[in-house]
């Protein structure tokens, strides 16, 4: 199997999160079969009414134990302009293209060390996810179920070959500040939502500082909670009182913190906002995601072996991927692959040949080591 000719199918195949990634399944699924693979799929519609699935492979007995190889399907969206997007361009060793490196360069590398490992003595599982980039919805869905139990679990994403032990939880609400509108010459009339939006951003800064100086860890960097306002819109002109302002609040928990206890101190800050507002004001959210942070032991069998057959020490980070799903199936689970996910969001996406070579030759010997 040609990794790099395989990476270029996939790429080549736009499976923007918005869209259905059934087509992608269609493409793998048909390569699984003729490696041995016994396969399944899961689907479902997603809230826009769109087909999602995840692709379930088995070669070996039908059993728990063994090792997971798990990639997500989706990417993010892309710019129209760019014009390697869907091209698996080669150049200057390395393929360009969305989702080169997050993660269908993992994905690639799996399929190439499948091909040419197979187990004895326990399951290889290959687990082709939806929709990670919009909240791990594919890899939620195999916990939910539940149906497969495998011992050790390598999630694929672009770690530039570092073992990732450990990542903060993501959160995040929408807010929507309601006011009353009014002419602007005399605010006493009414109450700007925008001011008051304002007010409470204000008082979400100071929540983090508190929160940084209460709680740190330094295997994160940064070593706090942080929060982020990613949108921020309202109001109809600008002599006019703005009657409602909508913002879009996100936080990044430390493991051993609540994801909870940030969402609390938000809700308190906008209650005594409502309060001073004199029954002017009104502050409503609505909770989009809340995922746990995902944590491995350093002394981890998946997390040591990783970090022998790289030559790189296992660390921590702030994004999040599908490893507490993989730890609510009871795997020792460790995030790996090829790729730098600081370009993984951006046009001109790539991911080093040498690393895709490479991970598959690592992903190789984890199968022989856990499942052959």
């Known amino acids: 199997m040609d990794i790099v000719d395989t990476l270029q199918q996939l790429v080549a195949i736009d499976s ?17 079969r003729r490696l041995g693979f016994e396969t399944r799929r899961m689907t479902w519609l997603d809230a826009a009414g ?12 039908d059993e728990p134990g063994g090792l997971a190889l798990v990639g997500h399907t989706d990417c993010v969206p892309f710019d129209p302009d760019w014009g390697e997007a869907l091209s698996g361009t080669v150049r200057d060793g390395k393929l360009f293209g969305r989702g080169s490196a997050d993660t269908k360069g993992s994905i690639a590398a799996m399929l190439s060390a499948a091909s040419r490992v197979r187990p004895a003595r326990a399951p290889l599982w290959l687990l082709f996810t939806a929709d990670e980039e919009v909240g791990c919805q594919g890899a939620k869905a195999l916990a939910h179920e539940g149906r497969i139990r495998p011992a050790k679990a390598i999630i694929g994403e672009p770690t530039r070959l570092v073992p990732v032990r450990a990542h903060k939880g993501y959160c995040a609400v929408d807010v929507t500040v309601t006011g009353v509108e009014g002419h602007s010459a005399f605010p006493d ?9 304002v007010r409470l951003v204000t008082e979400i800064e100071r929540i ?3 929160l940084a100086v209460e709680h740190t860890d330094p295997v994160f960097s940064p070593p706090h909670t942080t929060f982020n306002v990613g949108i921020i819109r309202g109001g109809k002109a600008r002599n006019v009182l703005a009657g409602e302002c909508f913002f879009t609040l996100e936080w990044r928990p430390l493991p051993a913190q609540p ?7 938000v809700d308190a800050a906008a209650r005594a906002l409502e309060e001073a507002g004199g029954g002017k004001l009104q502050i409503a959210r609505t909770p989009l995601r809340v995922d746990p942070a995902g944590v491995t032991s350093p002394d981890a069998e998946v997390v040591r072996f990783l970090e ?3 030559g790189n020490g296992s ?4 994004f999040g991927t599908e490893l507490p799903e993989l730890i609510h199936l009871g795997a020792e689970a460790c995030v790996f692959g090829p790729g730098d996910i600081r370009v993984a969001h951006r046009t001109g996406e790539f991911v080093p040949l040498p690393e895709l070579h490479q991970a598959a030759e690592i992903y190789g ?3 022989a080591r856990f499942c052959a």
């Open 16 to 32: 923007t999160s918005s869209l259905t990634n059934l087509p992608v399944l269609d493409w793998l699924e048909p390569r699984a």
């Open 308 to 310: 022998g057959e790289s």
């Open 315 to 318: 660390t921590a980070i702030p």
């Open 50 to 61: 769109v087909e999602k699935g995840n692709l379930i492979g088995r070669l070996g007995p």
């Open 365 to 367: 010997r984890a199968i």
């Open 259 to 265: 994801p909870e206890k940030a969402l609390e101190m």
């Open 189 to 197: 009339v009414g109450a700007s939502a925008i001011h008051a939006a």
């Open 208 to 210: 983090q500082a508190r």
